[in-house]
């Protein structure tokens, strides 16, 4: 028997087809958007996302959701996004990681380089290596002398393979030539917990957290991992100035969406992370916690590019040389 509509059916498909055609002419975005960080809630990633989507949800008037999605050091979030649906709904935030994930993993499900689009840099951080408020060693000079008397009990919080801490702390055992157990977390925001509470004993993590706990007096400082003093913490010395010749962490920021994202999307969202870093509410609250602001020629997605690629084949010799892998 012929299928025939009811005049009802059809009347209400032409306005699911009208309201449909409506929505989109209205243009992007007509729902919230989701920025994914491969971080815990509470750290150092999830200060600047947090930061950036509260100005971004009132200028793009459509709530920015945060969504930590956290494991194997930023791995699975990146992945995660990067086979997401290319609709403009997604977006990644991701540090360094992008760039040393391909040397430290075997078996990455995702190519930084070729599954992504590109929105912008954001914000450079400068790290700090932090003790537990009773560790013995008052300064860094009585930490190396700590440390190589008792290596085998000392051990050094991370956020996995791929995270920053991990590469600082890392490039850190290597430039002291001590060994120290590692100890991993799924971020920063949980170690630094753990070096609150005493459970663990070195921290290298980013301003963004840590100034707080270090203003407070609540962790010890040992020194910062630029090659200058910072503003913010002008009294702390630099590692390279207390015997590490060189030692330099920075961690960048970047924000990316899956391969195939409309433009207008990947323009709207860089615009509004822009507006964001301006913002009076966000700038200085970033600057504060020693986060800067990158240069006008990095704020695009083609300055985000050429600098991950940059950074990817900076990492893999010092990788290989440190032998550190994951499947
Ligand atoms: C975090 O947000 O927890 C940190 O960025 C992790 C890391 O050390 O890379």
Known sequence: MPFHRSPLRTLTALGAALFTTLAGAQGWPSKPITLVVPFAAGGPTDVVAR??????????????????????????????????????????????????????????????????????????VPMTLLGRKDLPAKDFKELLAYLKANAAKVNLAHAGLGAVSHLCGMLFRQAIGVELTTVPYQGTGPAMNALLAGQVDLLCDQTTQTTQHIKAGSVKLYGVTTLQRLKTLPDAPTLAEQGLPGFQVVVWHGIYAPKGTPKEALDKFGAAIKAALKDPAVGPKLAELGAITVSDDKLTPAGLQTWLQAETQRYAPVIKAAGQFAD
């Open 51 to 124: 930061l950036l989507g509260g100005a971004m949800t009132t200028s793009l008037k459509q709530t920015v959701v945060i969504e930590n999605k956290t494991g194997a050091g930023g791995t699975i979030a990146a992945g995660a996004v990067a086979r997401a649906a290319p609709d403009g709904y997604t977006f990644l935030i991701h540090h360094n990681g992008m760039g040393t994930a391909p040397s430290l993993y075997r078996k990455l499900t995702y190519n930084p380089l070729t599954d992504f689009e590109y929105v912008t840099q954001v914000v450079d």
